[in-house]
């Protein structure tokens, strides 16, 4: 099929290489020129395992093209995804929705009669039904425009086969409109071929199960490490609280890791937006404010433990930070959890040093009060305290006693529960991890 992905950030750019891996013949639209001319040359402006190559293999074949015109967009094919970025409003829980409705305004006007605009971006219920009404009022007279909701469910990280092969598809159509419902059946012939469960269901549930899973998701975290809080208090290992929890298949293990708690781009903001919404339509969201104060609660307990093990006053200190992205495998930085630590240890007159093997160039646009190093031993010569706050691999295979001999004092604090304690305390460390004794 012949498909436009508008908007081509984390989501639009990961979801047009999909389609055209699926077979389909994509075009993608965003303003950005600097953008679409990197991805045109088969590189996305952001790392996610795999997409380059798949970038690569499907614009030499032609099968895959980037365009700044909304027009061409128009013209190209009647089937139009709407991958735009709606990102937290300054000073408040809520979505800003404005480069999506800028988006649908701008299109509109250009689309061929029985056109079907199908919105993928996280948004509060009741954004499809509005976005369908100014569909309806922008488009040319005379002009039917169907519309429908297919959420996603990628993680970054592990994006490309999330929409490859995702846990299941999720298509909100307007009542009776069987015909949108069988265009985006033939999108998903493959996957639905290889068993992947379809719910087919309104606009607003289609809305909402996104915004429940992430909030869901993001409760299992914050059980967690609420629990680790606990067993910190007891001497508990908040490890195996998470493995016997793990095994009971009501529970299920998968996300349920504690330690630093969430952070990025969707998790963080999806549960604020899916919060302040429940909130105008009066819902009692107590639960989930608690999610995120439970949130919060893990970044400051980490910056109390660096205080307390640098024996109260951090300032003139030296810190070594592993890690910046919010999780490993992206450079993504938005709301990293590292980064916050980070921060605020230096706010605390701390010196502090971050390394990360992927993000440290986003890292020093906006943190540029932090110093910076290009391997993990650099960061800790001469530190006095040692943070583990992503845990990228590599740093479960740093000799800690090759790295005794760089630090100044041998202590750490493994925020992330990835560390071998014991090998870590047979080289010299002091050690600490969330929720274990």
């Known amino acids: 099929m012949k498909l436009t992905v508008i908007g081509c950030g984390y989501l639009g750019a990961t979801h047009a290489a999909a389609m055209a891996e699926l077979g389909h013949q994509v075009l993608g639209m965003d303003p950005d020129p600097d953008k679409v001319d990197a991805l045109n ?23 895959l093209r980037f365009t700044t015109d909304h027009a061409q967009a128009a013209a190209f094919a009647d089937l139009h995804f709407l991958g735009v970025g709606t990102p937290q409003q300054g000073g408040s829980g809520a979505y800003d929705l404005s480069q999506l409705h800028t988006a649908v305004r701008r299109l509109a006007p250009r689309l061929r009669d029985g056109a079907l605009v199908v919105g993928k971006s996280t948004v509060p219920v009741g954004t499809a039904e509005r976005l369908r009404q100014t ?15 297919s959420p996603e469910f990628l993680r970054e990280g592990s994006a ?12 909100g159509v307007a009542d009776g409109d069987t015909s949108s419902e069988a265009v985006l059946r ?22 909402l199960i996104k915004g429940a899973a992430n909030a869901f998701l993001a409760t299992k975290i914050s059980f967690i490490n609420a629990m680790a809080e606990l067993c910190e208090r007891t001497g508990a290992d908040v490890r195996q609280v998470a493995l ?3 095994h009971d298949h009501r529970i299920g293990g998968q996300g349920m890791r504690p330690g630093l708690g969430f952070g990025g781009g969707c998790l963080p903001k999806d549960l604020a937006g899916f919060a302040h919404r429940a909130e105008e339509l009066g819902a009692d969201v107590g639960l989930l404010r608690q999610v995120e104060a439970v949130n919060r609660r893990r970044r400051e307990h980490v910056v109390g433990l660096a ?26 930085i938005r709301d ?37 190093a290009d391997d993990p031993a650099a960061a800790v010569t001469g530190a006095d305290l040692l943070l583990h706050l992503t ?36 080289a010299g460390w002091t050690f600490r991890a969330l929720g274990r004794p």
């Not at 087919?200 to 809305?207: D, P, R, S």
């Open 41 to 63: 040359k088969g590189r996305a402006p952001f790392l996610e395992h795999g997409l380059d190559e798949l970038l690569a293999k499907h614009t030499a074949t032609g099968s």
């Open 135 to 149: 569909l309806a009022e922008h488009a040319p007279p005379g002009v039917g425009i169907r519309f429908a909701w």
């Open 160 to 171: 490309l086969a999330d929409t490859l092969r995702p846990d299941r598809i999720v298509l």
């Open 186 to 207: 033939s999108v998903y012939a493959e996957p639905l071929r290889r068993g992947v469960p379809l719910i087919v269901t309104g606009l607003a549930t289609a809305e």
């Open 244 to 246: 016997a929890l793990g």
């Open 307 to 332: 205080h307390e093990l640098l024996g109260g006053a951090p300032a003139g200190r030296r810190i070594a930070v592993w890690g910046a992205a919010f999780k490993p495998g992206t450079d993504d």
């Open 336 to 372: 990293s959890p590292a980064l916050s630590v980070a921060d605020a240890l230096a706010r605390a007159g701390a010196e502090v040093t971050v390394h990360d093997p992927a993000a440290l160039e986003n890292a020093r646009r906006a943190y540029p009060r932090l110093g910076y």
């Open 391 to 426: 845990d990228w691999p590599r740093y479960a295979e740093a000799d800690p006693a090759a790295l005794l001999r760089q630090a100044s004092v041998p202590q750490l604090v493994d925020a992330r529960g990835t560390l071998d304690a014991e090998r870590w305390r047979a």
